[in-house]
């Protein structure tokens, strides 16, 4: 009985564990149905039609593009370049002569303005004075000088002929040089030539007595203002002492830098001379003014830092009244200049041009051509180009990443002005 009992609980046992393994398989079965639910799922929404939609649409928005048309250049170039005003003449007052200052000019102050001729300072000038009347008194002695050795000249070649004449009646054979009086007339010659080169000494040192008293009043050379000075009655002054710095307020002249391409750009005539026309603009305060100008010359050289080459315009008054007729000196300036014509070369919009100088050109069928441009001079918003494209050209505006030659594009209406720029593809 009791393995009777003993087999019973075997098969027993037996029956629990096929029925806990058959319920884990049946737990695995499901986990893995779920897991290929979700995975088709997943496909599903992948591979799904809005999405291929979509991604279609993106791929036909990327080939659409804005465009320009390339046109030819109209006019002159026209150039800009800035520069400081500076006056064509300016010069520094030095003393020439030693002296006390005795006098300065009340107008002889930074910012004064004084007139051609007029007394800026003078040096006391007894001693001078004295000195030009010592001179004067030595050439008239040595005028006196000179009437006296002529006076003896004559004498002796009067004395001379006499004795010829006398042994003429009385005389045979060649008279002698001492009967001919031949030293004592070259003696007084002589004693002439001396006193006739001491007047010419005496001359000179009457000039020059003469020029230093005049150098004890220094003038103003022309119309101008006072940049600075650095005098006072009373100090004692030697020659080359600095008294003042003087500038003309009407002749100005600013000196442009530009660059080589734009440098190459201005007119020329047939002797190689720059010249044209200039409008220079400046604000002072509210105002903003203009004056007209004239290239005059070139600097002559290139600023080889820069690379830049100068050209030096000379500024002319306006029609107005008083000072702003002209800018004051040290103002900086603004100037535009126009070149030489520029209509043999073609222009392109600045957003067209990628680096290495290269634009997407649409061919008319629709396709990308890149060409690389021939670049004359270029700014912020056009480039100047003599090759690589030709007028009525359409250049491409839009910046599409990943486009190669060849590629299909649609061409979007010109925008009006003030819509957005052209997107850039991300």
């Not at 520094?92 to 000019?105: D, I, N, R, W, Y």
């Not at 001179?135 to 006196?144: G, M």
């Not at 491409?396 to 850039?424: D, H």
Request: glycine letters at 8%; aromatic letters at 4%; a negative charge.
């Amino acid at each position: 009985m009791s393995s009777l009992k003993e087999t019973e609980e075997s098969f027993e046992n037996l029956e629990t564990e096929r029925r806990q393994a058959l319920h884990a398989v049946m737990s695995f079965v499901a986990v893995l149905a779920i897991l290929g639910g979700l995975f088709l799922v997943v496909w599903f929404l992948v591979i799904s039609k809005p999405s291929a939609a979509k991604k279609t649409d993106e791929a036909k928005m990327a080939r659409t593009v804005e465009v320009a048309i390339v046109e030819p250049a109209k006019g002159g170039a026209s150039i800009s370049a800035e520069g400081v005003v500076e006056s064509q003449r300016v010069v520094t007052l030095t003393a020439e002569v030693t002296g006390k200052l005795v006098e300065v000019s009340p107008n002889l102050v930074a910012g004064g303005r004084v007139r051609e001729g007029e007394i800026l300072t003078a040096i006391e000038s007894a001693d001078y004075r004295a000195a030009l009347e010592q001179t004067k008194a030595a050439k008239e002695r040595a005028l006196s000088a000179v009437a006296d050795a002529e006076l003896a000249l004559q004498q002796e070649e009067a004395r001379r002929d006499q004795a010829l004449r006398d042994w003429q009646k009385l005389g045979k054979g060649k008279p002698s040089e001492l009967l001919s009086r031949v030293p004592q007339i070259a003696s007084a010659e002589a004693r002439l030539a001396s006193a006739r080169a001491d007047v010419e000494s005496a001359k000179a040192e009457v000039k020059r007595a003469s020029r230093n008293l005049e150098r004890t009043i220094i003038r103003a050379p022309f119309d101008a203002v006072v940049r600075q000075e650095s005098v006072e009655v009373g100090a004692v002054l030697a020659p080359g002492t600095t008294l003042a710095t003087l500038f003309s307020e009407r002749s100005l002249e600013v000196e442009l830098p530009l660059k080589l391409e734009d440098y190459a750009l201005l007119r020329r005539d047939e002797n190689g001379r720059v010249f044209g026309r200039v409008v220079l603009q400046g604000t002072l305060g509210t105002r903003t003014i203009q004056w007209p100008g004239e290239i005059v010359r070139t600097t002559g050289e290139v600023e080889r830092g820069a690379l830049t080459a100068g050209v030096v315009v000379a500024i002319e008054a306006t029609d107005g009244e008083g000072e702003l007729r002209l800018p004051p000196p040290g103002m900086f300036v603004r100037a535009e200049l126009t070149g030489r014509s520029l209509e043999e070369n073609l222009v392109v919009p600045r957003e067209a041009v990628r680096e290495g100088n290269r634009v997407a050109v649409v061919t008319p069928g629709n396709t990308i051509d890149y060409r690389d441009l021939q670049v004359v001079r270029s700014n912020a918003t056009e480039v100047l180009v003599s090759e690589g494209v030709v007028a009525g050209e359409r250049v491409i505006l839009t910046r599409l990443a990943g486009a190669v030659q060849g590629m299909e594009v649609e061409v979007e209406e010109p925008k009006q002005p003030g819509e957005p720029k052209p997107r850039e593809e991300q």
